[in-house]
Structure formats: structure tokens, C-alpha cells
């Protein structure tokens, strides 16, 4: 691993803790995915951009789920307070409100039924099989493992600007309110990432710690970048979507 | 589903469950993707049958440990007995025997390190992510999807009788020896499979619990499926490797 020095059983400064954290969103993050390139860059197809939407949904769903389930491990409250926010900020105060409704917002401005995307039937195995992975780690690894795996919100703003201006550019069946959704991210995801990260450095006070809170990093890239991986396999080359999932071109009879 | 009968409440006849099983293979079986017919028609190069193997070895891992936690789950002895079979089929009696040992055999005879294979920290996330979903599938849902998860071994002979022929005849780094894994499973699976068979359709009484497992080899098929979606993914067309997944081309300084 680059980021260890000379003594690997040395306790790493904070400065050099976030470098290792800012290091793995270097060459991990799924910013870097040639499936990101594609749907910026006005590369994909109504039915690809569908695709990608009703996937990610699988990825959507499962956050307020894993937020819940790291509150629930915790006997700090201050931790759980302010973890709230995110299942908040997620799930809203009523019906229609909240990221998972704007997501299906989004879904329902794609031309897709949000009863079908909900339901992740057609959703390709793979994403769902990424997303449960990701649930089970927040609630199965150590506490600091677990909020560490958030902290690919660092990246996050850069990467969505990206999408919002790349796609409201190259897309003419995307509008500003259809990308609602990003807009409430670009404020939620630096704040919630900086408390995250201050958490992690004062919580992680073994190198054991915070080679585990790296690597906790690295395996959230790896569910990200598997999503991805997914959606560039089954719906760019033709020929490859697999039994039972999600195809734009046969989306009216499968979605009826 | 094309399997419903037109009264979707009634009960199924053992043979139209069982024909029920037959079509999910038929149609869902990763018997019918394309990284099976290029594994065995000879288009891989000995750097990407490596990368299957590699990978396939976190499916053959999880084999005995979702044997294992369904033994765990029930208080049928018989069942208990029979099933305990699969355990000694994967573990053998003693260190370098049994199928695991077999797949490490394989790994050897493509000139990859046991004990890098081992640790699966170059397989691919989505394989890994696929695999733990299958184990976790066994331990949680009912007793009789767990079961019905495994039936794929029902059309597994044909698909391992092609594979030895295919590999046989088109790569001169393969040989009868490596694949001596294969060679056991032609038996064990037929003879597991019948009794898996005869057990679920003993014990899915009623019409619900005959589609659960119907879905629950439909979810063990798109597991197998998303295993192959990955490395066709991220080994046959170039650029596509996952950042610290095996690289055929950097593998001599990635093992050292």
C-alpha cells in the first residue's frame, strides 16, 4: 500500500490519516469509472440513462437502511444525533419528501414507473448483490470501520457537479428538475463527510484502526465501482443483459 | 412467470415443479453465458483462465460454509446426515484432500500461488459481493429455499462433461490431471441434486412456499450468472480491470 511509511506499525498522524483516505479516492473512487465518462458525456441512450437510474436506485434504498443500522450499534449519543441527519436528510418528514423520493423523482422524469423501480426486480443481480454487501459491512464491522465506509462522500461534491452540468448539457430528456436529487447532495455530503472524517481520525487511535478505516474506504469504492462494472457490462455492448433484468428495449412490455 | 399454471393459487404436481426447476435452468443457468463458450471453445489466453479460476475460488470458499450453516438450521437428523455428505465431498479428511483442495490443485496446475488465491484479495468485488450474497441467502431464508438454492447441480454434468472436453482440446497448459476437481463433481452432483429434489418437493407444501423455491434457484442462478458477468466484464475486453483486482499482464510483480 502506498500510503504506509517506512514503520507500518507507527500510529499515522492525522494529516497523513486523511492523505491515506484523500489517496484511496485517487485511483478508487468510482468518479474514475469509464461508466461515469459515458453518462456525462452525453454517451448513453435514454434507455442506458434509465438503466443506470433504476440501478442506482438499489444503492439509494439501502442507505437509510445502513444509516439506521450504524445508530443502531452505538451507545454514543452525539454519534447517533448527528448520524439522524443522514436518515433525515434520506427519508425526509412525510411521504414524498426526503433523497429516496427525490431519487424516484428522478425515475419518474426518466419515463420509468417508480412502483417497478422500487420494487429492484429488474435490477441487475450484481448492483444488488453490491449494495447488501455494503448494508452488512456497516452493520458488521467495527463502529469506526463503519462510518468510515461513508467517507466517499469526500468525493462526492466534484463528482456531482460533474454529472448535473454533464447531463444537463448532453441530455435534451433531462432537466434542472429532474436532477433535484444532486442538488440536496452537493450541500449534505461535505458537511456529513467532514464530521465523519474528524470522527474517524480522533476514534481510530491504533495504526491497526486506522489501517482498517482505510481499508474500510477502499471496500465502499469497491461496492461503488462493482455498481458500475454491472451497468458497463449488461447495457453498453450489446448482448449482455442478464436473464430477467432490465431492458430498454423491451422496457414497455416488461414495465406494463 | 411462465411457469404459472392459469389458477396461480393451486397447488403444482411434483412434475410440474419439478419442470418448473428444469425451465429456471433452462433459461437462467450459467451454462448459457457467453464466458462459458469462450472458456471452453479456447478464445481465453492462460492469464484470463487464471483470472476464472482466481475468482471461482471465493465460490468453491463459500461452498462448505453455506453447507455448514444450513446443517446449522435444522433438527432434521436425516437431513443433517445427508447433507454433511457435501461437507466431506468440499473438506475431505485431512488437509489436501476434498474438493476445495482439488480447486487449489487446479490453481497450482495454472501456475498461480495457492496461498495468493487463498487470500481473495485479488478477486474481483463483484465475485466476492455475488458469493457472500449465496451464503447469506442459505443462513437466512427458509429451510426449503436454502435447499432449492442448490439445485443448479441438477444441470451441472452437462456443463462440467463440456468444460473438461473443451478445456482438454484447446489449451496445452490443461491438462486430465489439473482438472481432476471436476472429475469428482460429475459424481456428487448428480447424486446430490436427486436428493435435494426429493427433499423440496417433500416439503413445499403449499403453493407459496413451491414459488419460493422456484425464486430461490432463480437467485442461486443469477449468482453463478454475476460471477461470469464480472470476469467477462473485467477480463475479455481490455482497460476494464477493477483498481487491485489480478491483472494477468502485471501478475508476476502483483503474486511476488
Redesign the interface.
Given at each position: 500500500m502506498t500510503h504506509a511509511p517506512a514503520d507500518a506499525d507507527a500510529r499515522m498522524s492525522p494529516e497523513a490519516l486523511e492523505a491515506a483516505f484523500r489517496e484511496v479516492g485517487n485511483?478508487?473512487y468510482h468518479a474514475h469509472h469509464?461508466f461515469h465518462a459515458r453518462l456525462h458525456n452525453g454517451e448513453l441512450t435514454k434507455g442506458q440513462v434509465q438503466a443506470w437510474a433504476l440501478n442506482r436506485y438499489c444503492y439509494q434504498a439501502v442507505i437509510p437502511r445502513k444509516d439506521a443500522a450504524l445508530i443502531a450499534r452505538t451507545d454514543d449519543a452525539e454519534l447517533r444525533r448527528h448520524w439522524r441527519r443522514r436518515l433525515a436528510d434520506h427519508d425526509g418528514d412525510h411521504a414524498g419528501d426526503g433523497g429516496l423520493a427525490r431519487w424516484l423523482h428522478l425515475i419518474r422524469g426518466l419515463g420509468l414507473d417508480p412502483e417497478i423501480v422500487r420494487a429492484q426486480t429488474l435490477a441487475?443481480?450484481?448492483v444488488?448483490?453490491?449494495c447488501?454487501?455494503y448494508l452488512?459491512f456497516v452493520a458488521e464491522r467495527s463502529l469506526v470501520e463503519a462510518v468510515a465506509s461513508s467517507l466517499t462522500e469526500l468525493f462526492a461534491p466534484a463528482l456531482i457537479s460533474d454529472r448535473i452540468a454533464g447531463m444537463l448539457r448532453n441530455y435534451d430528456f433531462v432537466d434542472a428538475d429532474t436532477l433535484v436529487y444532486f442538488d440536496a447532495r452537493l450541500n449534505e455530503a461535505p458537511r456529513d463527510a467532514e464530521a465523519a472524517l474528524s470522527y474517524v481520525i480522533r476514534q481510530a487511535v491504533t495504526r491497526e484502526q486506522q489501517d482498517a478505516a482505510i481499508a474500510a474506504l477502499?471496500f465502499k469504492?469497491?461496492?461503488l465501482?462493482?455498481i458500475l462494472?454491472?451497468l458497463?457490462?449488461?447495457y453498453v455492448?450489446p448482448?449482455?443483459i442478464?436473464?430477467?433484468a432490465f431492458d430498454p428495449a423491451a422496457s414497455r412490455a416488461q414495465l406494463g
Open positions: 485511483t478508487r469509464p441487475l443481480p450484481g444488488r448483490f453490491a447488501e454487501a452488512r477502499s469504492c469497491d461496492v465501482w462493482a462494472d454491472a458497463d457490462y449488461a455492448a448482448g449482455n442478464p436473464p430477467g
